[in-house]
């Protein structure tokens, strides 16, 4: 990919280092091509259009947002007000403020873009700000283009979202998702219906990340995990997890650990998928098994029961938007990730990305195999703190509705959390309306 940048700039040289991490991530090394999966560029092209900006150049910024714009859809809507600040810039106001009153209309809560609206349709003198040294010289407000630059461009650290490519699939055959989701459906009533209670060896390696997007020497810890799984009554669900510390402070378990995971699976239980747009998009190959692949996002006019931050008491929905693969045989869940459908800034929540691996747990009782985490990775950028988190899960035992035998839920005063600290995800119950 070429990229031009004006001559004896520092700036544009980083950024042409960054646009060659965020391919070299993005596509595992893979040649970028036109036709190939061209929404992964947006990035590269915003942070151009921010470099021209502040460097006086208005026409190649417009060039370079619109562009990224064009790619990214609705993943690039923060370049908005680049485009806007540009457009200004070059003498076309009139333009600056449609977008930008197109934008706040959208994101009423992006202060920097309302303060940018305001002016230029205070001052009419700014019809005409110039481009050149003197625009060069002028200061951008650094919240200006946070939506841009508030996740880490090189994506060194951060998968990509899950709507910025279509991962291969092996055919296009039309399928029947109504045939899909009702088996797959099934098999989480079934498992729902028959397990009251797990219990796990978990294990965690947690990183920060800096603002450079480099992590820090991974800490390890071991849990004792439990979760308590079933229908309080119908159609609602309940998903509890208790984790035991093994000697540690109870301050890593509470500021560390993401909750919730138990409960992702659960959009593909009847009482759930009701809330989601649900695609097909054809038959994919995952570690040799033929699989559907399933792109799922949460519909606006339904109630999220799924994911939230719980911050200070006040829990504040996610909505969530991801993709499964589900066997083509057994239509057993295998893996699911997820994405924001968009940030918080309430929260200052930038990203929340979740990998879920499934695999067979054996169940003694009556010899079935039941479908559970056996890896998560968590990553989430939370008012500027970033991190990743990888789950293991081992030494399953399953407890079903019927058994004598029971796991006491932990006593108070135990070494064990079971409520989320602030700035921790949560499941959020559906509630009687």
């Known amino acids: ?58 026409e190649s910024a417009i060039k370079e947002a619109e562009l990224a714009l064009e790619l990214g859809q609705g993943q690039a809507t923060a370049v908005r007000p680049i485009l806007a600040r540009a457009l200004a810039d070059y003498g076309d106001k009139d333009r600056a403020i449609s977008i930008l009153q197109e934008h706040v209309k959208e994101y009423p809560s992006d202060v920097a873009a309302n303060i940018l609206l ?62 899909i989701l009702q088996k797959a459906g099934n098999r989480i009533r079934e498992f729902v219906s028959n397990v009251d209670r797990f219990t796990a060896t978990e294990t965690l390696e947690y990183e920060k990340i800096n603002k450079s997007g480099i992590a820090s020497r991974p800490e390890t810890r071991k849990f004792d995990y439990v979760v308590s799984v079933g229908e309080v009554r119908p159609g609602m669900l309940s998903v509890d997890e208790y984790r035991h510390n093994r000697g540690f402070e109870d301050d890593f378990l509470n500021a560390v650990t993401a909750r919730g995971l138990p409960a992702i699976v659960l959009i593909f239980h009847p009482y759930e998928a009701v809330n989601f747009e649900m695609t097909c998009e054809g038959l994919a190959q995952l570690k040799g098994t033929r699989v559907w692949q399933l792109h799922f996002r949460q519909r ?22 991801g993709r499964a693969w589900i066997a083509e045989d057994s239509y057993q869940v295998l893996k699911i990730e997820t994405s924001l459908v968009e940030p918080v800034p309430q929260i200052g929540l930038a990203a929340d990305h979740t990998i879920i691996e499934y695999g067979p747990v054996h169940f003694k009782k009556d010899g079935t195999d039941m479908w559970l985490p056996q890896s998560a990775d968590v990553y989430s950028d939370l008012k500027a703190r970033r991190r990743h988190e990888h789950h293991s ?12 035998q029971r796991i006491s839920a932990p006593k108070a005063g135990d070494n064990s959390s079971s409520n989320p600290s602030d700035d921790q995800p949560d499941l959020i119950r559906p509630k009687d309306s």
């Open 118 to 179: 305001e002016s230029l349709q205070s001052y009419p003198l700014l019809n005409k700000l110039g481009s050149g040294p003197a625009a060069a010289n002028r200061k951008i407000d650094p919240t200006l283009a946070a939506g841009v630059t508030s996740l880490p461009l090189n994506s060194g650290w951060l998968p990509p979202d899950v709507d910025e490519w279509v991962p291969p699939l092996v055919s296009r055959a039309s399928c029947d998702l109504e045939d």
């Open 393 to 404: 899960f081992t030494n399953y035992l399953l407890f079903s509705v019927g058994d004598l």
């Open 1 to 58: 990919m070429l990229v031009r940048v004006p001559k004896g700039s520092i700036v544009s040289l980083l950024v042409c280092i960054q646009i060659s991490l965020c391919i070299t991530n993005a596509r595992g090394m893979q040649d970028v091509t036109p036709d190939s999966n061209q929404a992964f560029s947006w990035r590269p092209h915003a942070i151009l259009a921010e470099t021209y900006l502040r460097q006086g150049s208005a």
């Open 300 to 321: 606006s006019d339904k109630p999220n029961r799924i994911r939230a931050y719980r911050v200070n008491g006040t829990p504040y929905l996610v909505s969530l938007k």
